[in-house]
């Protein structure tokens, strides 16, 4: 789809918008230097998913598990906010209604500025007591130990995150549904859209009427069923969005 030409029919529809809602995933962070999960320089192509992304891999060898998670941690907190993550931060402001859904668990969205943000897949920064599912925030890099322990019990401490075959926080996936099916306009940024339930967001807002925009340099699964494809990447075409939208905002105003 060309930037340009579709960038005036897309203010439109935001401008006229009441309620915003996103979903954003790994490649909102690309450009921040941090790994996307899959494509070439995912970071499934080094580790297997079900090696380390589920709970039955941590029984088998949570130092495995915390090690990769370590490594992680490392990675995300050299890195910094981009453009992008900057501009949904600003658009909290901008928007009446305005709701940010991430899959991801970097933190960066919060880093950037944005005070709202539902966390579909939890939170690295977080580790949960796997007896007692107590929560501590632990930002250590690297980690003391491990695998960490918990304080209180003593139990092994796992990474307060959703793995494969695990569900989704109930309250935070109804949340996300009620408000994706309605939004009046739903934005899918840096998601591959193959993981469930999160790809199916933008899809309830589809079937719900919203018009469905997607900012991501591929094509996914998602990509014939929106009204808008942006093949771009997201700190680049947001920071261009963004300037185009405030340009007629004012334009409106006087
Ligand atoms: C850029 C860019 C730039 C690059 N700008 N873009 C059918 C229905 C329901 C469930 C299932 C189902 N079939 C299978 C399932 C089970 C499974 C699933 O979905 N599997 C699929 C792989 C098929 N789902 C689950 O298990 C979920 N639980 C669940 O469904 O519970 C009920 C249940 C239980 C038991 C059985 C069945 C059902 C849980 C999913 C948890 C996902 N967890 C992870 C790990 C989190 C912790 C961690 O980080 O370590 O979450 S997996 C990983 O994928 C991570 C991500 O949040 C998630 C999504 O990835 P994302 O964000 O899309 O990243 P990528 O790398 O895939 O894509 C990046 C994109 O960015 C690419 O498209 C690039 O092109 C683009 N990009 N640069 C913009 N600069």
């Known amino acids: 789809m060309d930037v340009q030409s579709e960038l005036g029919p897309v203010c439109d529809i935001l401008l006229a918008a009441k309620s915003v809602c996103l979903l954003t995933g790994a490649g909102i962070s690309a450009e921040s230097g941090i790994p996307t999960f899959r494509g070439e320089e995912g970071l499934w192509k080094t580790y297997r998913a079900e090696q380390l992304a589920t709970f039955t891999a941590f029984i088998q060898d949570p130092k495995l598990v915390w090690e990769w998670y370590d490594w992680r941690r490392g990675i995300i907190a050299s890195k910094e906010p981009n453009a992008g993550h900057k501009v949904l931060a600003e658009w909290e402001e901008l928007f009446p209604h305005f709701t940010l ?58 990474p307060h995150v959703v793995w494969f075959g695990e569900s989704l926080d109930g309250s935070i996936l109804h949340k996300s549904f009620q408000l994706s099916s309605g939004c009046d306009v739903m934005f899918s940024i ?11 967001l933008p899809l309830s807002a589809a079937e719900a009427g919203a018009k469905v925009i997607e900012i991501n340099p591929d094509p996914t699964p998602l990509t014939g069923s929106v009204d808008f494809s942006f093949r771009a990447k997201s ?12 340009r007629r905002t004012k334009q409106k105003k006087g």
């Open 101 to 158: 859904i991430t899959q991801n668990i970097d933190g960066l969205h919060q880093r950037a500025g944005s005070k709202n943000v539902i966390e579909l897949h939890g939170n690295i920064w977080k580790n949960r007591c796997i007896d007692e599912d107590t929560i501590f925030e632990n930002h250590d890099v690297p980690l003391k130990e491990i695998p960490p322990h918990c304080d209180k019990c003593g139990a092994l401490l796992r």
């Open 190 to 200: 840096g998601t591959s859209a193959v993981v469930q339930p999160a790809a199916s």
């Open 235 to 246: 700190g680049e075409f947001l920071p261009i969005l963004d300037e185009e939208l405030r």
